[in-house]
């Protein structure tokens, strides 16, 4: 740790007002002493990181920090501003700031001296004495842990309780995870052991941080009463936890709020509760208590859509299909159950047809289900599929899944905070709560908020249908702008699920809207590739070597794979691809552009109405996002100077890594 901070890289006297002025401040330290290569696009690494999640904590602590490949060796820089500085805390601002900085190839050992400082900061006595600190190169020693706090830890009194007998203990294993792995991971660990200290708990952590995790004894787990899963990616292993009552939520709960979780996990423990997500299920995104109800409808949402997803992409394709073999009257065809000719080409046609028809049919009642299911988890899904095929009933469509997922969830959230009588706690789960929540969502969806959700879908289909003129460019710069905006975040996932709900009963004006979503989605990658070609310079070598892969997943229209460049640089880059997605979306409605299949990219061009002006709609707004990306980095001064792990710049050795820029 002495390495990683030194008297240089401590300022006692910050003058800075906002994060990024005391981001920048102390990075500058950084690269005076030559820890940092590039101001600017370290700097875009740590915007890129706050985005993701504030790095404020509660007690007056802020730790911005990110891999980047502009550190060439681990190191750490503070700051004690006058004023506080919101760092999106929820008791305030912070006054004790570390900025944290890891190489993109860091190894373990460095990581888990940071991992330490972590643990560290969640002691009171540790953060006092910082707060005291009025020599630079005493407080780098005591960050250091060279010189120890001033005040130490109190020794147990006979005063205080006796432990628990070992049989009577609670225990809890417990996971916690961040996206960088190197702070919020190993703080929450600290945080929930000491509360388990507090409250008597037996409390066992597992932290899946980046350098690694060591797996928590299976006869640990296997005797243990309840799980806490504190985490902002998916747990590893996850279904080593499953049947246990389980608390699940963002990292941040697990620092701000450890005895309510470890309280809340008792709670579903004495109550029967035994619930546990699957592994890699999206319900493990679901919004926690501590956030807004912004972020958690967000996460719902998402909840659906991300399970919804594998039927559009069977159903439409092979719907497509059918088209493409059988032509477009292959929809009037007799059931294939009833009348199929294995020498007949359209019935094959009408086979496909049909079984994608099929599969489109679940779209809106699986929508809801797993809607209900991000809110509620298991209980919620057979009221969110009920409502799901009640909209499909009314013709309430895309809109009415939502409202019965919503709905649903709500329902079977409000009933389970009713306390019953511990005689029925082992029926809840499998008849009374699917009982009342699907009859409540029956009465609401048929009677009271159907019928108008029916209409107003009736209204956007007729909206759609008569698009045309300068009202389906202005509707194809919006959707453009949505796809690109967060390269396969929410935004962009509502604009195409805006989309795939339109092919459920297709017309012109939503085949028009498909054709513009898809092909705005395709410009990032492509963009990003094209300018690495073009202007290689601009770029480092590990965004040359995503720039190949761009190509590919341009041209499947995975727009995903515009997010490397986008995370290291996004000032520069997300405004380059806003501007190409709107200029294709626009063109693609000009042109009057169609496509009955919800994903394929260039591989289902046969199935796209006008495929030469669709392809020229997609080559312009490739070439204006590659274009605007290259005049922003010129303009800049970011080169593309690559950093070995000896921090040289231009070592592009043969042992060098390369390693992508995590998001």
């Known amino acids: 740790m002495s390495d990683m901070i030194t008297a240089d890289l401590v300022d006692l006297d910050l003058a800075a007002e906002t994060k990024e002025a005391a981001a920048r401040s102390l990075a500058e330290r950084m690269v005076a002493l030559g820890r940092v290569t590039d101001l600017e696009g370290f700097l875009a690494d740590v915007a890129a990181r706050e985005a993701q999640m504030p790095t404020g904590l509660d007690g007056g602590i802020g730790i911005p920090h990110c891999r980047s490949e502009h ?3 681990p190191t750490l820089a503070f700051g004690r501003p006058a004023e506080g500085i919101d760092f999106g805390a929820p008791d305030g601002p912070a006054d004790l700031i570390f900025l944290i900085a ?5 190894d373990d050992a460095h990581l888990t001296i940071l991992s330490a400082l972590a643990r560290r900061l969640m002691d009171p006595d540790f953060t006092a004495a910082l707060r005291a600190a009025t020599d630079p190169a005493a407080t780098a020693s005591l960050i250091s842990g060279e010189t120890p706090p001033g005040a130490p830890a109190p020794a147990q009194t006979a005063a205080e309780p006796e432990p628990a007998p070992e049989s009577d203990v609670f225990r809890i294993v417990a996971v916690t995870s961040c996206p960088t792995g190197i702070a919020h991971t190993y703080m929450a660990a600290e945080a929930l052991e000491q509360a388990g200290q507090t409250e008597g708990v037996e409390v066992v952590v597992e932290p899946q941080g980046s350098a690694g995790f060591t797996r928590i004894d299976p006869a640990v787990i296997a005797a243990a009463d309840g799980v806490i899963f504190a985490h902002d990616v998916p747990v590893r292993e996850k279904e080593r936890f499953a049947g246990k009552p389980t608390v699940d939520v963002g990292v941040k709960a697990g620092i701000n709020r450890p005895a309510e979780l470890i309280a809340e996990v008792r709670d579903k423990a004495a109550r029967g509760e035994t619930t546990a997500a699957a592994t890699g299920s999206p319900v493990d995104e679901a919004g926690g208590p501590g956030e807004g109800y912004g972020t958690k409808l967000r996460k719902w949402l998402m909840s659906g859509v991300s399970y919804m997803v594998p039927f559009v992409a069977a159903g439409g394709l092979l719907i497509a299909l059918g088209f493409a073999i059988g032509g477009y009257t292959i929809d009037k065809a007799p059931s294939v159950a009833e009348h ?9 046609a009408a086979l496909l047809f049909q079984v994608g028809g099929l599969a489109f049919s679940f779209l809106v009642p699986v929508l809801a289900g797993y809607i209900a299911y991000g809110m509620a988890d298991r209980p919620g899904l057979v009221p969110g599929f009920v409502g799901g095929s009640i909209a499909l009933t009314i013709n309430a469509g895309f809109l009415g899944g939502l409202a019965a997922g919503l709905i649903a969830g709500g329902t079977v959230m409000a009933i389970q905070r009713i306390k019953v009588p511990a005689a029925l706690r082992g029926i ?20 009271v908020v159907g019928k108008p959700i029916a209409e107003l879908q009736k209204a956007l289909t007729d909206w759609l249908s008569g698009l045309s003129g300068a009202n389906a460019i202005i509707l194809g710069v919006v959707l453009g702008l949505m796809m690109c905006f967060d390269l396969g975040g ?36 492509l963009a990003m590739a094209l300018a690495t070609v073009v202007r290689g310079a601009l770029f480092t070598r590990t965004e040359r ?4 892969a761009a190509w590919v997943l341009g041209g499947s229209f995975i727009t995903e794979g515009a997010i490397p460049f986008a995370a290291a640089d996004p000032l520069r880059v997300i405004p380059s691809a806003m501007a190409g997605g709107a200029v294709t979306g626009a063109l693609s409605m000009l042109f009057e552009c169609t496509l009955r299949a919800p994903h394929g990219g260039i591989f289902v061009l046969p199935l796209i109405g006008n495929p030469v002006l669709y392809l020229i709609a997609i080559l312009a707004g490739t070439a204006v996002s590659a274009a605007l990306v290259i005049l922003l980095k010129g ?3 970011r080169g593309g100077k690559d ?21």
């Open 102 to 106: 890891a190489p993109a190839g860091a």
């Open 545 to 548: 070597e995503n720039g190949k």
């Open 428 to 447: 809840m789960p499998v008849v009374v709560i699917p009982l009342i929540s699907s009859a409540v969502v029956g009465f609401l969806m048929f009677l």
């Open 490 to 525: 929410p935004l962009n996932k509502v604009a195409y699920a805006f989309a795939v709900g339109g092919l459920a009963n297709p017309n012109e004006g939503s085949l028009k809207v498909m054709a513009a979503v898809m092909a705005a989605g395709m410009v990032p990658p």
């Open 643 to 663: 950093v070995g792990r000896d921090g040289v710049p231009g070592a592009e050795s043969g042992t060098a890594p390369k390693v992508p820029v995590s998001v």
């Open 635 to 637: 303009m800049g001064g």
């Open 340 to 348: 199929f000719v294995w020498t007949d080409s359209t019935s094959w």
């Open 71 to 73: 550190v060439t060796e």
